[in-house]
Nanobody
C-alpha cells in the first residue's frame, strides 16, 4: 500500500500558478503509476493527471495545456504544476496510485487516500 502526504495548495487569483507536491510517507513511489485527483464541494472526485513509472503523462481534457505532472523518484515525490488557474479548478487535490481501463484512468484499489491539499482560485 502507498501512503502519501499532499502539500502546496493555497489561495490564488485566476491566472495564477501553484505547484503541488505528493510525498510518500515511509514507502517508495517508484514502482507505481501515480495520479492526481480532485474533488470540489458537492461533486464526485475526478481524475486530473497521471504519470507512469517510465515518465509518460496523461491529462484530463479540462487541464491539458495548463497542468504538468512529473515525478522525482530520488525524492519519492510526485508534483503537479498548475498554471493559468481558473475558479473551476477550486477543489481539494489528492494523489494516489492509478490504474487503467480502456477509456479511463482511475485510482488504484489499494492504498489510502491522504488528507489532500486545498486549492482555491478566486475571480
Amino acid at each position: 500500500q502507498v501512503q502519501v502526504v499532499e502539500s502546496g495548495g493555497g489561495s490564488v487569483q485566476a491566472g495564477g500558478s501553484l505547484r503541488l507536491s505528493c510525498v510518500a510517507s515511509g514507502r517508495t513511489l517508484s514502482g507505481y503509476p501515480m495520479g492526481w485527483f480532485r474533488q470540489a464541494p458537492g461533486k464526485e472526485r475526478e481524475f486530473v493527471a497521471a504519470v507512469r513509472t517510465g515518465g509518460s503523462t496523461y491529462y484530463s481534457d479540462f487541464v491539458k495545456g495548463r497542468f504538468t505532472i512529473s515525478r522525482d523518484n530520488s525524492k519519492n515525490t510526485v508534483y503537479l504544476q498548475m498554471n493559468s488557474l481558473k475558479p473551476e479548478d477550486t477543489a481539494v487535490y489528492y494523489c494516489h496510485a492509478t490504474r487503467w481501463n480502456q477509456l479511463q484512468i482511475l485510482a488504484q484499489d489499494f492504498g489510502s487516500w491522504g488528507q489532500g491539499t486545498q486549492v482555491t482560485v478566486s475571480s
